[in-house]
Every structure is written in structure tokens, then in C-alpha cells.
């Protein structure tokens, strides 16, 4: 049994703050080891329910942030950037029986700690086929396309909630409870590895291929907070406009969705300046 842990950092124990999850923040630093203390917890409760590898895909932006020493030494961790399937890089191979969402938070113009969609915040909002989208939803359906079921989601409460409407038989851990964008009421590290760790052990008996799920074709919309941004992300293919802010596109799968999509948002961040965005 082989398991994915797509580890993102902003739904990790203790993280509530931009400065936390920034790199090269001193906040970062201290929170680097919480977060690698969640991943682990989920490596060990696995390999407790019966895994054989363990290989974690390091998910958040400069996708270096895990502190590779600090791992179970039965795990492999993909890092760096630049990677076909990005968060999910991996899930592709077809070796692959189940995928683990670890630090994972709400969507753009949702409730949430550091709620957003791939983009900090000059993504206000991202729809996949009329359902308002989280980085959670549109993973879960690249996994879908491969037949890897959601087996394990971390995060603050309202990204479990979200999970529901996306993975409703994976195993949940709130690590924190939503009190604000910049707010939470946080448990403390030595709780929330055991709590996932106990879950990931759970969750290992979720971890069966399914037949992949062909459900395109796939409409994003992505919107912006600023007009000039919904501009500039049309010189890709197929984006068009779909109204002042908004950008529009369709894909047949999910592969090429969330690489448009990705495409877009790179696209949208080098065209914010830093002080008017």
C-alpha cells in the first residue's frame, strides 16, 4: 500500500498569521516545526495501519518548507517546484492507493484561517462547474481522474467542513477552530499529532483504487480583485472573459484543468505590482 501526503502549510497546527507561512519570516521558522509535526504524525499513523511507503508531496509555496531530518525515516518527501501536478504531483503514477491532505484550509472568499486559492489574495473566488472551489476540491478531483481516493484531511474546522463536500468518507482533524482570517483557537503540537496520527492509522483502510473517474468536461471560472488581472491571464488558451474580474475556461479533464488553472494564477501573480496589486 502506498500513500500520498500532499502537505500544505497554512491549515498546520499553531499557523494562523501571514507571517507564519511566509519564507524567511522568523514565524516561519518556529512554524516550519509544527507543521513538519503534523506530516509526521500522518507518515507514522499510516505506516501504523499497514502502509509500505509513505511519500509526501511538499505543497506549499516554495514548496521547501519541511524539515526533511525531523521525518520518520520510512518516509520520502517529493520537494521543490515546478512539477507537472504541482500539490498533487505523484498521484499520476498509477502506484498510488490513497491520498492524505495535511495542512489544508478553505477556499478563496470563504471563511477560514489564511482562507485563499492558490493565490494569497488576488484570487477572490474560484468555481468548478458552478460549486465554489477550495485547493481541497479541485485536488480531490485530479485524484478522482487516477482512481486515488481522498483518505485524510487536516486543517482548521472549516477546511474539515469543506471536506465534507469532497471526501465525505475521509478521516478529519481540526488542528484549530476558525475564529477569524488572522484568528484561531489552536490545540497544541503534541495533541494534534496524536490526533492525526491516530486518524491517518484509521484512514489507512480507505486507501483502495477506484476506478478513474472521467467526469469533464470541466468548467473554472476564476475571479480577481482587480480588472487588469482578468486581462492579463487571456493570453492563455481558452481563457476568455466572463465578466469584469472573472475569467472563464473549460477543459475535457481535470489534468489539463488544474494545469490551466495553474497556468493562470502564475500568470495573475506576476502581474501585481506591489503596492496598488
Not at 501571514?18 to 509544527?34: F, H, I, K, N, Y
Not at 514548496?63 to 512539477?83: I, P
Not at 492579463?232 to 475535457?252: F, L
Request: hydrophobic fraction near 45%; charge should be negative.
Amino acid at each position: 500500500m502506498k500513500i500520498l501526503i500532499s502537505a500544505d502549510m497554512e491549515g498546520a497546527t499553531g499557523v494562523t498569521w501571514p507571517a507564519d507561512v511566509l519564507p524567511g519570516t522568523p514565524q516561519w521558522e518556529r512554524c516550519r516545526s509544527m507543521f513538519t509535526s503534523d506530516v509526521d504524525a500522518a507518515v507514522r499513523g499510516f505506516f501504523d495501519g499497514g502502509a509500505d511507503e509513505v511519500l509526501i508531496n511538499e505543497a506549499h509555496w516554495t514548496m521547501r518548507n519541511l524539515l526533511l531530518e525531523r521525518l520518520d525515516e520510512r518516509a520520502e518527501m517529493l520537494t521543490g517546484r515546478h512539477k507537472d501536478l504541482s500539490m498533487v504531483e505523484g498521484v499520476q503514477r498509477g502506484d498510488v492507493d490513497g491520498i492524505a491532505f495535511v495542512g489544508y484550509h478553505a477556499g478563496a472568499g470563504m471563511e477560514g484561517v489564511l482562507a485563499h486559492t492558490f493565490l494569497a489574495n488576488s484570487v477572490t473566488g474560484v468555481w468548478l462547474n458552478d460549486v465554489r472551489a477550495s485547493e481541497g476540491l479541485l485536488n480531490a478531483h485530479v485524484a478522482a481522474e487516477y482512481g486515488v481516493p481522498v483518505i485524510l484531511v487536516t486543517g482548521d474546522d472549516v477546511a474539515c467542513e469543506d471536506a465534507l463536500g469532497y471526501a465525505p468518507e475521509a478521516r478529519k482533524v481540526a488542528v484549530k477552530d476558525h475564529v477569524s482570517r488572522y484568528a484561531a483557537v489552536c490545540r497544541t503540537p503534541s495533541r494534534t499529532a496524536a490526533d492525526i496520527q491516530a486518524a491517518a492509522k484509521e484512514a489507512a483502510t480507505l486507501a483502495v483504487r477506484h476506478e478513474p473517474v472521467r467526469g469533464g468536461p470541466f468548467t473554472v471560472a476564476v475571479e480577481f480583485d482587480a480588472e487588469h488581472l482578468a486581462g492579463a491571464v487571456t493570453v492563455v488558451p481558452g481563457v476568455t472573459r466572463g465578466g469584469e474580474r472573472k475569467v472563464i475556461y473549460s477543459s475535457e479533464t481535470m489534468y489539463d484543468a488544474i494545469r490551466t488553472f495553474k497556468a493562470v494564477t502564475t500568470i495573475a501573480s506576476a502581474a501585481v505590482e506591489e503596492q496598488y496589486g
